[in-house]
């Protein structure tokens, strides 16, 4: 475990400038007591209900928001209507799996990304993502 994933709900709320209210301390919890993981709004919910958090599936939702906006954690797109989000805000890649819904770090350093394109005047790239999807394989 890393000194991040020790960290208590209330310290890394006030480290990203957050307001430590017990439902977001409850989430965070939730989001990072197990390590670097994927989820979405409502797998956090259900997580959540499951262990008797009083939360609604907008507090989920508007609080994961907040995290991101924090820098807390990152929002991976997979699936035109299914958004993940990512605990390990490094710069990192990803595998899909298809059908399982499971979203997988490709470890550092398997991919190198060059010849990117130069961004528009005023814009810097932020980040790349790369989303390489799988499925099982046919016999």
Same mark, same amino acid.
């Given at each position: 475990?890393?000194?991040? %994933?020790?960290?208590? @709900? !209330?310290?890394?709320?006030?480290?990203?400038?957050?307001?430590?209210?017990?439902?977001?301390? +409850?989430?965070? !919890?939730?989001?990072? +007591? =197990? *390590?670097?993981?994927?989820?979405?709004?409502?797998?956090?919910?259900?997580? +959540?209900?499951?262990? *008797?958090?009083?939360?609604?599936?907008?507090?989920?939702?508007?609080?994961?928001?907040?995290?991101?906006?924090? *820098?807390?954690?990152?929002?991976?797109?997979?699936? $035109? +209507?299914?958004?993940?989000?990512? %605990?390990?805000?490094?710069?990192?890649?990803?595998?899909?799996?298809?059908?399982?819904?499971?979203?997988? !770090? &490709?470890?550092?350093?398997?991919?190198? &990304? $060059?010849?990117?394109?130069?961004? @528009?005047?005023?814009?810097? &790239?932020?980040?790349? !993502?790369?989303? &390489?999807?799988? =499925? @099982? =394989?046919?016999?």
């Amino acid at each position: 475990m890393t000194m991040e %994933t020790e960290m208590r @709900p !209330d310290d890394r709320l006030r480290r990203f400038g957050l307001r430590p209210t017990r439902q977001r301390m +409850a989430l965070a !919890d939730l989001l990072f +007591a =197990k *390590g670097d993981r994927h989820l979405t709004v409502e797998e956090l919910h259900e997580e +959540a209900v499951t262990v *008797g958090v009083p939360v609604s599936l907008a507090t989920v939702y508007n609080t994961l928001h907040q995290f991101t906006e924090a *820098g807390m954690i990152r929002v991976l797109s997979v699936e $035109g +209507a299914r958004t993940y989000f990512d %605990t390990n805000v490094s710069d990192h890649h990803h595998f899909f799996v298809e059908g399982a819904n499971e979203v997988l !770090d &490709i470890p550092v350093n398997n991919i190198t &990304i $060059g010849n990117l394109p130069e961004p @528009p005047e005023g814009m810097e &790239i932020s980040h790349v !993502d790369v989303v &390489i999807r799988l =499925k @099982p =394989k046919q016999r």
